[in-house]
């Protein structure tokens, strides 16, 4: 599905339900590739494409619940994240098995609760690589960010959080970003970061602000501006 003047496929309408799409593609679209602005759950997009399309690859501009969007590719979006899903009613997703190329902002930007974003590739993005923030104060419960892999960040961030609350961040690399490999931002409290590697990064390998009740454990930062830093207000 390519060329089209919006979105190559949305989903809207007051509910849609038990959705799949699966093996499809997506090409320069005027705005995204793969989307839904209504409440979706019960869903699986999986293995899917989206190139140069003019707002987000494949995303979630509604509400998302007990979804999984795994093992698809977003390179070169127009003016939004690769993959996107930010509304604070989000309920039980899993991002897993992704790769993200490019883009002109956030390559994978999640926030809800019971939320799981795990062994996916982020490759040069304009801004961070992967995002769990939710707009205003809201927090984000119950996240796991495990496994993935991110490389040269141009502007931003390698894992940037804010607000999360009984969290892990383990097993991730972050290699080459602009700022910070792993940032900690405001208000997380009940959780671990323990088992990544940050390296080469133009600030701190990891930074942690204002945390609470948060072990930091068996990490390896290694050739950036600075180790792992922790600060309070």
């Known amino acids: 599905i390519h060329d089209c003047d919006q979105d190559g496929v949305r989903f809207t309408g007051a509910l849609c339900e038990h959705v799949v799409v699966s093996g499809c593609g997506f090409d320069a ?3 995204a590739g793969l989307t839904s602005d209504s409440t979706i759950q019960h869903f699986s997009w999986v293995n899917n494409t989206a190139r140069d399309n003019g707002t987000h690859g494949i995303g979630l501009i509604g509400i998302g619940k007990h979804g999984t969007i795994s093992g698809n590719v977003s ?3 127009g003016i939004a994240d690769n993959f996107t899903g930010y509304n604070a009613s989000n309920d039980h997703l899993t991002v897993t098995g ?6 002109a902002n956030h390559g994978i930007h999640f926030g809800g609760s019971n939320l799981v974003i795990a062994d996916n590739v982020v490759d040069v993005p304009a801004q961070s690589g992967i995002v769990v923030r939710i707009d205003g104060s809201t927090a984000v419960v119950n996240v796991v960010v495990s496994g993935n892999v991110i490389d040269s960040p141009v502007a931003g961030v390698g894992i940037w959080c804010d607000k999360m609350t009984e969290f892990s961040i383990t097993g991730n690399t972050v290699v080459g970003s602009a700022s910070h490999g792993i940032w900690l931002a405001e208000n997380n409290t009940d959780g671990t970061v323990s088992g990544n590697t940050c390296k080469g990064n133009a600030a701190n390998g990891i930074r942690l602000e204002d945390t609470d009740r948060v072990a930091v454990t068996g990490n390896n930062a290694r050739s950036n501006a600075g180790g792992i830093v ?3 207000p």
């Open 75 to 77: 390179e070169g979006s």
């Open 230 to 232: 922790i600060r309070h």
């Open 29 to 31: 679209n005027g705005t």
């Open 98 to 103: 992704n790769v993200s190329r490019g883009g």
